[in-house]
């Protein structure tokens, strides 16, 4: 098994961050839980990065030729795959896994994570998707997405569809544990 990480190439303001990084990092090399990432060795995708590795796991990453330099791909990795474009790079780490984890992050991390939690709501996929909500982090945009859910742009059982667990453990007991519901996206008329 393998799981997704998306997280931000800076350490952010915090070292907790980089502390829950570090500790997810153990935790899936410790539960034989391969890792597919970004492929920066900077920031907090670094932190988990070298974590899985410094626990003999395995770590495949992923990054475009044109972000190679400027993230600073991570060159101790034994599996860095150089891609041509953003979308080369989520189309690959999202075939290569079998869930997806959020840490956090900027715009490319809310981007990656929408992108796969749509694709799941469109039933593309049954991976779950999932943010590790590190000192309330992602709180704000729990708030926002019940919000989304009360203007009828979006059904309970889709806002249901996203995992939000505060601590390592219980994220990944949830993400392990996880079943998709066959649901249809579409809001009948009659519902709003």
């Known amino acids: 098994m393998r799981l997704c990480v998306f997280s931000g190439s800076s350490p952010g303001r915090l070292p907790v961050y ?31 990065a070298d974590a899985v590795q410094a626990r003999g796991g395995e770590v495949i990453g992923v990054i475009p030729g044109f972000l190679a330099e400027k993230e600073v791909a991570h060159m101790g990795l034994s599996d860095l795959r150089i891609v041509d474009s953003m979308h080369d790079r989520k189309a690959l780490m999202a075939e290569l896994s079998d869930g997806f984890i959020a840490l956090p ?11 796969v939690w749509t694709w799941a709501q469109l039933g593309q996929h049954v991976k779950p998707c999932a943010l590790l909500n590190i000192n309330g982090f992602y709180d704000g945009l729990s708030s926002f997405l019940d919000h989304v859910v009360d203007e009828a742009f979006l059904k309970p059982v889709h806002r249901q569809m996203l995992i939000v667990k505060p601590d390592v453990d219980s994220l990944l007991a949830s993400v392990l544990s996880y079943r998709a519901q066959n649901v249809t996206k579409w809001i009948k008329r009659e519902e709003t």
């Open 18 to 48: 980089s502390e829950f990084a570090t500790q997810l990092g153990y935790a899936l090399a410790e539960a034989n839980i391969g890792l597919v990432y970004g492929g920066a060795s900077v920031g907090l995708m670094g932190a988990t």
């Open 105 to 115: 992050g900027g715009l490319g991390t809310l981007e990656e994570l929408f992108e």
